[in-house]
């Protein structure tokens, strides 16, 4: 009887052990998933004082950007930009804004970051950094970004966008940056056809172009131009080497995203000039013929 009861016992046992580890397989995925969320959720918040400390003179305090563009997700898909966060891209996602941080951006001003470059953050912080912007997790880290931000605001306020733009550097402008091309002197592009002249141009700049890339003027008749800015980056449009009747610089002031400016000249001298974006010099230009 004794036996019988133990070996009926040993069923018993049995039967809950084998229970009891089929129900921790179905639950452990689910907790390892949990525990890595809540990991890449304290990661985020690492990389959100990094990106306070580093990265919203340019980026804006929660990524809205401002002299460069945004990283917050929500601001990127509302400026039609690449969804950094987008689940089916992540490797590449990933590859492309490690780079990024690690090498700078050539003819832009983003800098190298990567210590090895000439930067100021380690490995570690670039993954933490990555993580957040392709990742965004929990789906608030950004909140956490723009608090911990203004936070840092109260310490250190940003300089306003000249003096960002008077102390920054066109990355890779004059030497070799990370494998990247240097800019140096751009290879010479073919003279676009001039379109039929014109008194009145709208042109609209988005992250980072414009939609007109080749404008003809009459010389010696007031011309009107108007920039609309549909990024999130700071843009403006500018003349090069050409100024105006009254020998003022041909140029919009920088505007924020969804900011116009309208601006009147008259030029007198003939020829073919460049104009760009003071922000985004090599990404942004054009051709203006004066006839």
Known sequence: M???????????????????????????????????????EVIAERAAHTYARNCRVCHGNAGEGRVAPALNPQFRVAANLRDFTDPSRLVENQQIVRNTLMCGRVGTIMPPWAIDQGGSLNNEQIRQLVILITENPGGKAWDRVKAISEEEEKIAPMPSVQDVLKGASITGATTYVCGQKPVGAPAPTATPTPPAAATSWTIVATDNKFDITAMTIPAGQ???????????ALHNWHVLNLKDQQGRDITTRLLSGGQSETITFTVTQTGTFEFLCDVHPVEMRGTLFVQ
């Open 222 to 232: 007031p011309v009107t131009v108007t920039l609309n800015n549909r990024g999130q």
């Open 2 to 40: 004794n036996t019988s009861k133990q070996i009926n016992a040993m069923i018993v046992l049995m039967a809950l052990l084998l229970v009891g580890v089929g129900a921790y397989t179905i639950w452990d995925p689910y907790r390892q998933e949990t525990e890595l969320e809540r990991t890449k």
